[in-house]
Structures are given as C-alpha cells and as structure tokens.
C-alpha cells in the first residue's frame, strides 16, 4: 500500500517562506507524476503545482514565480519551496500522484500565513 506524508507547514509571517515535503513508501512504488494541492477553510481542495518525472513544471497562476515544486526519486520525494508567502495562500497542503492516477493522500500539512 503507497503512504504519503507531508511535512514541513507552519505559520509565517507574509513575506516569509516554508519548503514542504511530501515523502512516498511502498513495496516497488516510485513516484511518476507528482502534484501539491492545497485546501483552505471551506473551499475546494485545489492544484498548485505539478512536476513531471523529467522535471518538467507546471504551476498555478497564482504561485507561479513564488513557488517552486521539485523532485529526488532517488528519496520518492517532492518538495515544494514557498516564498513571498501571502494570507491567501493559507491552506492544508497535499501532495499526490496524478500519473499514473493514484488516488491517496496523505495528512496534509498546515500552512498559515499571518502577521
């Protein structure tokens, strides 16, 4: 069975930077097509970032050019590294496979972005 766990939330002041980490196990399980979603209070859960297993990015319009999705296969792991933090981007965030579509989650982890 594949388990994901997100690490690496916390509050931050706006302006202020966190790097989230998403670590996969699981017997011959290797990441492919990797996501973040995040889900803030009441609203839909929703993609932030996506990297292919080349390396290949794609971003929400909204963190794109403040927030950057990354990989090391060799750990199964991805990354997210927030900067220029804003209060709108205060959420659970999550990571996922999407290819091959693999419907797990993990627990999330809270980020809040406050003064």
């Known amino acids: 069975q594949v388990q994901l766990v997100e690490s690496g939330g916390g509050l931050v002041q706006p302006g202020g930077s966190l790097r989230l980490s998403c670590t996969a196990s699981g017997t011959n399980f290797r990441i492919n097509v990797m996501a973040w979603y995040r889900q803030a209070p009441g609203k839909q859960r929703e993609l932030v970032a996506s990297?292919?297993?080349?390396?290949?990015?794609n971003y929400e319009n909204s963190v794109k050019g403040r927030f950057t999705i990354s990989r090391d296969n060799a750990q199964n792991a991805v990354y997210l590294q927030m900067n220029d933090l804003k209060p709108e981007d205060t959420a659970v965030y999550y990571c996922?496979?999407?290819?091959?579509?693999?419907?797990?989650w993990g627990q999330g982890t809270q980020v809040t972005v406050s003064s």
């Open positions: 990297i292919f297993a080349n390396g290949g990015t």
């Open positions: 996922k496979q999407v290819l091959p579509p693999l419907n797990v």
